[in-house]
């Protein structure tokens, strides 16, 4: 694109150091393996993605919309993870995806920018997406976004909405990461322990042995024995709320 903000080394400065400085109040939630996994996903589509494809943003997304997406992407690139990540030598991986990310950031929180780089944009850009592949592959990449997506949603607490791009991705290419993920995050709903429980059982199933989830399989049933005992109702089961999966995919 031709249409973008113009960003200084002291301009870039200014923003790592404040994302920094949040990211040391506020810890970003993600095992590596999974944080690695978004970074290589993004860095394989950074250099044909629209600035709204970056920030998995829809072109009606709001000024907040647009902040709240860059503070979520801009804790996961920072530079400083590279270490955690190891990426010691590689720093540039990071620079470069949060620069590009500041850069969507400064040109569509800008109503003159975002109207111009609008513009530039052709008809094919707002739809993202592979190419030339089968449907099943398609899918599967779909769903494999779906992931991504929430593991980004789950490192930043909004877990209703992550739940449910998890099950929208199971459901359509049943993975064991994705159970995985699923049912602990369902395990933090005390009124969600049997549906935990099932995903975390057919994340087994599709995986095969796995400490973590097993684990995790095992603190689930402990807390349903608990709640059982109690008598406190937190067996009973509630369907999630409504979320906004349409505002996150517009497109």
Not at 49 to 62: C, K, N, V
Not at 155 to 160: G, L, V
Not at 198 to 208: C, H, N, Q
């Amino acid at each position: 694109m031709s249409v973008q903000a113009d960003l200084s080394d002291e301009e870039l400065g200014l923003f790592s150091t404040r994302v920094e400085r949040g990211l040391a109040s506020r810890p970003l939630a993600l095992e590596p393996e999974l944080h690695r996994q978004i970074v290589a996903d993004l860095v394989s589509r950074v250099g044909n993605a629209s600035f709204y494809d970056l920030l998995d943003l829809g072109p009606g997304a709001t000024d907040a919309e647009v902040y709240e997406a860059y503070e979520r992407l801009a804790r996961i690139v920072h530079p400083s993870h590279a270490r955690c990540l190891g990426l010691s030598g590689k720093e540039g991986v990071l620079k470069l995806l949060f620069e590009r990310a500041t850069q969507a950031y400064l040109t569509l929180s800008h109503p003159d920018r975002r109207k111009e780089y609008d513009g530039d944009l052709d008809s094919e850009s707002w739809q993202p997406g592979p190419r030339g592949e089968s449907r099943e592959e398609e899918e599967r990449q779909v769903a494999r976004r779906y992931y991504i997506k929430a593991s980004i949603l789950a490192a930043s607490e909004e877990y209703h909405l992550a739940i449910e791009l998890l099950r929208l991705a199971a459901r359509v290419d049943p993975q064991a990461d994705y159970y995985a993920l699923l049912g602990q995050l369902e395990a933090k709903n005390p009124h969600w322990l049997r549906l935990a429980e099932a995903s975390l059982e057919r994340a087994l199933e599709l995986g095969g042995g796995n400490r973590a989830v097993e684990l995790a399989l095992a603190r689930v049933r402990g807390q349903k024995d608990v709640a059982a005992t109690a008598g406190d109702g937190t067996s009973k089961e509630e369907a999630p709320p409504p979320s906004g999966l349409k505002r996150l995919f517009k497109r």
